[in-house]
């Protein structure tokens, strides 16, 4: 069969895995990025009127093309996530594309298709996914930049936009310090200034265009900096705190071993083929060890020192030039029969089991919303007071109703609740995720009403309150 045949299978394969490895409500950061594209895609100048200062809001690269998804097709689970998908296909064609041989790219599909770290953050809304997708663009240009001026000028849109979607993209800069320290010793200093001139008066007033946008609209041309500067000791993987053991793993073992376990095979035979790896592929061992050199030891932050937490998925922008080294890698080493039955066991048998385990993933909240929605279908005329006893069933609420609730349905927080007014006839209903942390005041004065629930699963709670008079009191006695 012909890789090109091979390969239309594999997009295939990735779509149907897409489908099949569904996620419940969006963990909280895509959560967060949904909310922000659907109020772009809402009303555009009311959200950059006054913004937040947060990398979130800032972060348009992601809520940008996701606002525009919205417009065009709505808003919903699918849609949200579709933009992962995208970037699982761009990857995949780039590893495609840049494989030498014919036999390396039917490798270079196998390892990407059945890469497990891919297909766990392909189903789900993922900045550094995104932002790895287009790295990987970027340095496929740059590997060809012999061929025209202009693919080094594409280059650097690519890594502008991959910068609009994540700051780690600035990780990659040693791959452009070493192309043009190749091209240099190869045709000398003037042929390298003719070529390299339109890229980067395009790229200069891409970065003045942006500083101007950022001074106009956060009244800091560093705005974002500014904003992860003042996040980054107060998020939740902030180091403070680290005792002695855990900064000695940070900092010595930890990333490698991260890097190992989450990059899988491919990182191993990258590795084992990295002195093999010569001429334009080279590019590729540069920016992804420069990548992951960045993450062990560099900063998120520049006011203080705060390393990325060892989560597999902040490596995700690494994962493209991994899965390329790799099929690059195996066009030059040499193999026999046992060994490619090893490789193809070793990458098939624990994707296929995580296929498997997404595609018979529970969907709680999924679940109780939609008997939630089809109660309150039942009943157009009827109001609805959804009460939550913590903020993220706020957004869960706004988001399983597609960010669009029907008019008769009012969403609010326990103690806002309590504050207002009783809607007479409303029905009321109560959600309680029982993961996330709530306000044990609330959550006690909840639990000692005995509610009836009208949905339960697993972790997720739908309670029958009635009109609202009993929980209404409750939350409206004092301390």
């Known amino acids: 069969m012909t890789p ?52 979130f809001a800032m972060r348009v690269g992601i809520t940008m093309p996701l606002a525009v998804i919205y417009r065009v097709v ?21 590893v495609y594309t840049a494989a030498p041989t014919a036999h390396a790219k039917l490798a270079g599909i196998g390892f990407t298709v059945c890469s497990t770290l891919l297909m766990r953050h392909a189903s789900e809304l993922d900045v550094d996914l995104l932002c790895g997708a287009a790295i990987a ?11 025209s001026t202009w693919l080094i000028a594409g280059a650097v849109v690519v890594w502008f936009f991959a910068f609009l979607i994540k700051e780690t993209a600035i990780w ?12 240099l010793r190869a045709a ?43 996040l980054a000791g107060q998020h939740l993987w902030s180091s403070r705190g680290y005792s002695t053991a855990r900064w000695i793993e940070r900092l010595t073992w930890g990333p490698p071993w991260l890097f190992a376990t989450t990059l899988g095979l491919p990182f191993l035979v990258a590795v084992v083929g990295a002195r093999r790896i010569t001429g334009p592929d080279r590019l590729w061992l540069v920016a992804t060890a420069g990548f992951l050199v960045m993450f062990w030891f560099g900063s998120a932050s520049t006011r203080t020192y705060e390393p990325l937490p060892l989560h597999e998925r902040m490596i995700l922008p690494a994962l493209p030039g991994v899965l390329v080294l790799a099929t690059t890698a195996s066009a030059k080493l040499t193999w026999n029969r046992i060994w490619i039955a090893v490789i193809a066991l070793a990458t098939v048998v624990p994707y296929t089991k995580a296929v498997e385990t997404a595609a018979r993933r529970e969907l709680p909240e999924t679940a109780t919303y939609a008997a939630l929605r089809a109660e309150v279908a039942a009943e157009p005329t009827r109001a609805f007071v959804i009460v939550c006893p913590e903020v993220r069933c706020l957004s869960v609420s706004r988001f ?25 006839g409303a029905k009321v209903r109560v959600i309680v995720n029982l993961r996330h942390a709530r306000d044990p005041s609330i959550d006690a004065r909840i639990s000692a009403l005995g509610l009836p629930p009208t949905a339960s699963h697993r972790h997720v709670r739908l309670y029958d309150a009635g009109d609202g008079l009993r929980l209404h009191a409750a939350l409206h006695e004092r301390d």
Request: aromatic share 10%; hydrophobic share 55%; glycine share 4%.
């Open 74 to 94: 709505g808003a919903g689970p699918l849609t949200t996530h579709l933009p992962s998908l995208l970037a699982a296909v761009a990857i995949l064609l780039v």
């Open 172 to 183: 990659f800069a040693p791959a452009w310090i070493y192309a043009i320290v190749v091209d």
């Open 4 to 55: 090109i045949r091979v390969l239309a299978i594999a997009l295939a394969v990735q779509i149907a895995v897409f489908v099949v490895a569904r996620v419940d409500t969006p963990s909280d950061d895509p959560l967060a990025y949904s909310e922000n594209a659907h109020a772009i895609a809402t009303d555009f100048d009311e959200f950059f009127t006054d913004p937040p200062n947060h990398p």
């Open 137 to 147: 663009v970027m340095l496929l240009l740059l590997s060809r930049r012999d061929r």
């Open 400 to 424: 399983q109703f597609r960010f669009a609730p029907p008019a008769n349905v009012r969403i609010a927080h326990a103690r806002d609740f309590a504050s207002s007014p009783l809607v007479s």
């Open 188 to 230: 000398g200093w003037r042929t390298v200034a003719r070529t390299y001139a339109p890229p980067l008066v395009i790229g200069l007033v891409l970065a003045i265009g942006y500083l101007a946008i950022c001074a106009y609209v956060w009244n800091d041309p560093l705005a974002r900096f500014a904003g992860i500067d003042g």
